[in-house]
């Protein structure tokens, strides 16, 4: 039987709710620094693409694609870094489990975000060097491709575990 506090749960581990929102949050933390470092460095090279001499050379639309791709980058950093602040302000408080949960959400808006702005600069990069419609193809097949593994198969392995029986 667990001791005050602990909570078995079907997964089996014999852990507290604290002990448990550490443990999610030392794992949310280390998705955190993959995606944080990977669109740092991309927001980096689209904040240096405006001051290249090639920028002035690009259409309308290629500079409305731009402006649409460093939104998306700006809001993505926001929503990745958003949890860390989220962490710092709440840190004391007694509400552990809590932030994790919504640092979990701020996260995934984050990958959605990043999704986006990859999507984007993809589609920015192509329609450069490619001036026809065959960019935007390999976009969608791409953004399919970046779907399916970022989404669709974590997803599916979810909807998998809900399915197979306990131990």
Not at 10 to 22: F, I, M, N, S
Not at 102 to 113: F, H, N, W
Request: glycine letters at 8%.
């Amino acid at each position: 039987m667990a001791g005050r506090g602990q909570d078995v749960r079907p997964d089996g581990r014999d852990e507290t709710v604290d002990e448990r929102a550490d443990r999610r949050w030392g794992e949310l933390l280390q998705e955190l620094r993959v995606a944080q470092t990977g669109m740092q460095i991309l927001f980096g090279f689209l904040l240096a693409v405006v001051f290249q001499p090639r920028f002035a050379e690009l259409n309308d639309i290629d500079h409305a694609i731009f402006v649409i791709t460093v939104g998306f980058g700006a809001a993505t950093v926001g929503a990745l870094v958003g949890p860390v602040s989220l962490h710092r302000l709440v840190s004391g408080k007694d509400f552990k489990p809590q932030t994790v949960t919504i640092a979990s959400r701020m996260t995934l808006v984050g990958l959605l975000l990043l999704f986006c702005t990859m999507v984007m600069v993809f589609l920015l990069i192509l329609r450069v060097a490619l001036h026809d419609t065959l960019a935007f193809w390999l976009v969608g097949v791409m953004a399919m491709w970046i779907a399916v593994w970022w989404f669709g198969i974590p997803l599916w392995a979810r909807h998998r575990a809900h399915r197979m029986p306990r131990r």
